[in-house]
């Protein structure tokens, strides 16, 4: 699709996003894109003349407000099979944002866990560690979580994304 429409708009800025095929990166563990973004924005410096001008643009993936923790990549571990039988999903969580190339344990949380008939809709965030970071990037962190029935037939869904998508073995 290509038809533009308008997110946001203030007095300063204009973003507008149209949706895009999934965008894969073989170079980088990052979250693929499913839509692209340029923001409009006015500049008012001493070394340019006054004007709006594109002050962003590039694919980016929509996702749900988890307030001051990050949004990281999910996947299934591929060293534990889900098992139909099991309540236990075992994850790999990769942190997206700066960290100096450590790890994420003790910093994941699960901000929403719900579980259907037909999926297990999962919502995780990661607290940022503090101060300044490097930006090599991140390893993967095990994470499990427990859910209250067997995971059974149920797709498991990364339902941080605002177009929810399969969680995939990593």
Same mark, same amino acid.
């Given at each position: ?14 973003? !507008? ?53 990050? !949004? ?35 910093? !994941? ?62």
């Amino acid at each position: 699709a290509t038809d533009w429409f308008v997110a946001e708009v203030s007095e300063q800025s204009t973003t !507008i996003l149209r949706d895009i095929d999934l965008m894969t990166s073989t170079v980088s563990p990052a979250i693929p894109a499913d839509h692209e973004m340029i923001t409009v924005s006015w500049i008012d410096a001493a070394n340019i003349e006054s004007g709006w001008f594109v002050s962003s643009m590039g694919p980016c993936a929509l996702t749900v407000d988890v307030g001051d923790l990050t !949004i990281p990549l999910i996947t299934l571990d591929p060293e534990y099979p889900v098992d139909p039988t099991s309540r236990e999903l075992h994850l790999l969580v990769t942190e997206q944002t700066c960290n100096s190339g450590a790890d994420a344990d003790g910093r !994941i949380e699960i901000v929403r866990l719900e579980e259907k008939s037909d999926q297990v809709g999962l919502v995780l965030g990661v607290q940022p560690r503090v101060g300044g970071q490097s930006c090599p990037s991140n390893p993967a962190t095990p994470f499990t979580v427990t859910l209250a029935e067997p995971i059974g037939a149920r797709t498991v869904v990364n339902a941080t994304l605002q177009s929810q998508r399969p969680v995939n073995v990593g």
